[in-house]
């Protein structure tokens, strides 16, 4: 062992002892990866959606509408409780907060009228003693939540049976709550918190504390306690790790053992959101009766009341990702339960992950040094493997949840790192290549680099840009039927045939997003045309694709084609190096990017493959293009005007589709002032496009619903200021 092996085997093991202590104590960003990738492990496998008897009765906007703005009074809640009582709903829990009196109520209304008669003001019915009367030997449960005023505290209505000692200091600390109405407190069949991830400052909620203790009483979830509620049970049971305090494993409610972390907190393995779980509290509260097959779905039923109304505000984020209403939350909770698909992370798991850092980095550390980056590279490269199968099939088959990333990152470090010392110390070739890379590269461009501190600054500048994105066509569905390797098999092929065509019409390919392009012209080098260029690339990804699809190049059959939506829009944008002093790449943002982005988007809504602004159009009019209207786009205040891509300047000056232009233009004209002669032209123009090589059924079909886009208004050109 040379001098040199000996250093770098120190320093080595010093960096994984770095590493695998920084591990042990786990800072935020390491909690925050991981829980990141074990929500990707919920997106690859989510929890199926099954017709369990939990509903949420959805507060939705279209209550909202026809019943009044919220807060509705209380004697409509009192309905409510009475109509889902009638149906055989087996509880009935509020994800609602009733704090303060009704001020709705006839008696609070009046009350302040001077010289009111007070024997008039007690005959006046008030609506919390109406709603009370309501809840009176019903399974209904309150929710209540935290506050950091007072000291109130629900007068819980359930017991708890312990195996060991409480475990009073385990859960997350309630020190005050939103006090309920004393009727209302004093008549419900159970209370419950409704805080889904209190003190938690990530939006995602991916853990949800059954239990809150003040130490010296505990406090259930809402969820939980529907579920006692539901079950006629009046007592929870509690069971400790063995030796060790005030730690929760397991917790009891009725006949359903529910596995949760030493907080007493559940791992939530979530489904997707499905209008199954939803029924609009209109057709529970309607005077005409709920309809029979409503009414079918409550019976047996634990039924969560709460709100989607975006104006109040409790929406949240799933592990997919999706944002979804608070008290679906509490019903996937109920759900997961009933189903026994449960999520755990074992008590061993920091352990085991702490100490194959510390094993990996160690024998990376000595491949490398001994043996050959490449070799260590291969072996590293296969503890990635194993890592990433071993975690996947343990949470795919057994629920369980151990962190592949910390290991992978520490290993990727470790390896780095001792590579870099092999080559800056051990192997004296690197000087050698570097020689040979001088003939390359300029001496000047390789000075400036290594001795000018912000060669590599940050900083962009304003230019004038086309932006084109491309999207594939309900790739959800695609990506469904398929492995995730098959996904990735996928997108390699689609992909590369189709960004060929932006580098070969001197375009810059900016990144890929999923199953998306992004692209731009006219930087970082000016490109004449470049709104023609961007359009030349467009169609010559409609050829490509259409090739694909013959060829059967994915795999997908006849009967299965693959469809793009292509949005392009000129501009002016910011265009330079975008990120952090550390990490940052070239990107162009502002408006302009965002329009473009958004008239992709739109593809759908007009039913055509290639869709442009009018900024684009008026310096491409060479290419056949057809006007689709002025679209409201997401995030505008203005409709934007837009033109569909029938073909190319070969096409833009044949006789066919002059015709088929000049009768498509007369038809807008009529479609805006709403003549009776549209319903010839637009015959005459579908039977022009007919005789084009570019499919204009659906998009002539559309026009008609979309009469809107062609009226006058408030529709102009986008401006583009940068970001």
Not at 470 to 483: A, K, M, P, Q
Request: with cysteine; net charge negative.
């Amino acid at each position: 062992m040379t001098r040199a092996q000996k250093i770098g085997v120190i320093i080595g093991l010093v960096i994984v002892a770095a590493l695998t202590i920084l591990r042990a104590s786990d800072p935020q960003l390491m909690v925050r990866a991981r829980e990141m990738a074990f929500d990707e492990y919920q997106r690859l496998a989510p929890r199926t959606f099954e017709n369990l008897p939990v509903r949420v009765v959805d507060i939705d906007e279209a209550s909202l509408r026809e019943l009044g703005q919220w807060p509705w009074p209380r004697d409509r809640m009192a309905k409510l409780v009475d109509r889902l009582s009638q149906m055989g709903a087996s509880a009935i829990a509020f994800d609602i907060l009733f704090s303060e009196p009704d001020r709705l109520s006839p008696r609070t209304v009046i009350r302040d009228v001077e010289g009111i008669d007070p024997s008039l003001l007690a005959r006046m019915p008030d609506n919390d003693e109406i709603f009370a009367q309501a809840m009176t030997e019903k399974p209904v449960i309150l929710g209540f939540a935290l506050s950091n005023e007072g000291d109130y505290r629900p007068e819980m209505k359930a017991g708890f049976a312990f195996t060991g000692e409480p475990p009073f200091h385990a859960p997350p600390r309630i020190d005050s709550a939103t006090p309920l109405r004393p009727q209302l407190e004093a008549a419900a069949s159970g209370l419950g918190h409704i805080s889904l991830n209190p003190g938690d400052p990530s939006s995602v909620v991916r853990t949800v504390p059954l239990l809150l203790s003040d130490g010296d009483q505990l406090y259930p979830n809402l969820a939980l306690e529907a579920l006692r509620v539901a079950q006629g049970a009046s007592t929870y049971v509690l069971a400790d790790a063995p030796d060790v305090a005030n730690t929760i494993t397991m917790i009891k409610a009725g006949a359903f053992v529910i596995p949760v972390t030493a907080a007493g907190e559940l791992w939530l393995y979530v489904s997707p959101d499905n209008a199954a779980r939803y029924i609009s509290a209109r057709n529970i509260l309607s005077d005409g009766g709920a309809p029979s097959k409503i009414a079918a779905a409550v019976q047996g039923s634990i039924v969560f009341v709460g709100t989607s109304a975006a104006g109040l505000q409790d929406i949240r984020t799933t592990a997919l990702g999706e944002n979804v209403p608070g008290v679906s939350l509490q019903a996937q909770i109920v759900e997961q339960i009933l189903s026994g698909h449960f999520l755990s992370r074992p008590d061993w798991a920091d352990g085991l992950e702490i100490l194959s850092i510390a094993v990996a980095g160690s024998l990376l550390v000595f491949l490398t040094t001994f043996v050959s980056p490449a070799m260590a590279l291969a072996c590293g490269l296969l503890i990635t493997a194993m890592a990433l199968a071993a975690s996947w099939l343990a949470f795919l088959y057994g629920g369980l949840l151990f962190d592949p990333l910390a290991p992978i990152v520490s290993g990727s470090i470790t390896h780095f790192a001792a590579t870099a010392f092999r080559f800056l110390v051990i192997d004296r070739e690197r000087r050698e290549v570097r020689l040979a890379f001088g003939h390359y590269l300029s001496p000047s461009l390789l000075y400036r680099i290594e001795h000018t501190q912000d060669a590599l600054r940050l900083g962009g500048d304003d230019r004038e840009l086309t932006v084109m994105f491309v999207d594939v066509r309900n790739f959800t569905g695609i990506s469904e039927r398929l492995t995730p390797a098959e996904v990735v098999g996928f997108l390699n092929t689609f992909l590369d045939a189709l960004s060929r065509h932006v580098i070969a019409n001197e375009g810059t390919l900016d990144k890929f997003i999923g199953d998306s392009i992004m692209a731009f012209w006219n930087a970082p080098v000016d490109v004449s045309d470049h709104p023609g260029k961007a359009v030349h690339a467009a169609l010559a990804m409609r050829e490509t694709l259409a090739r694909l699809n013959a060829e059967d190049a994915f795999g997908f059959g006849p009967a299965h084609t693959v469809g793009i939506g292509i949005g392009i829009h000129t501009g002016l944008a910011c265009v330079g190096n975008m990120g952090a002093e550390t990490h940052f790449n070239y990107s162009a943002v502002g408006d302009t990017v965002n329009i473009a982005a958004r008239i992709e988007a739109a593809c759908k809504d007009v039913s055509t493959d290639i869709l442009i602004s009018e900024s684009t159009a008026n310096l491409a009019s060479q290419y056949a293009l057809l006007d689709a209207g002025a679209l409201p786009l997401k995030g505008k205040s203005t409709r934007t005007r837009t033109f569909a891509v029938a073909g190319d300047e070969r096409l833009a000056l044949s006789p066919e589709f002059s015709d088929l232009k000049r009768i498509h233009a007369q038809m807008i004209d009529t479609l805006a002032s709403r003549a009776p002669a549209t319903r010839k032209l637009l015959r005459a123009a579908k039977q022009k496009a007919a005789g084009l090589p570019v499919d204009l059924t659906e998009f002539y079909r559309r026009i008609p619903r979309r009469t809107e886009h062609f009226s006058p208004g408030p529709a102009q050109e986008e401006s583009t200021p940068v970001n």
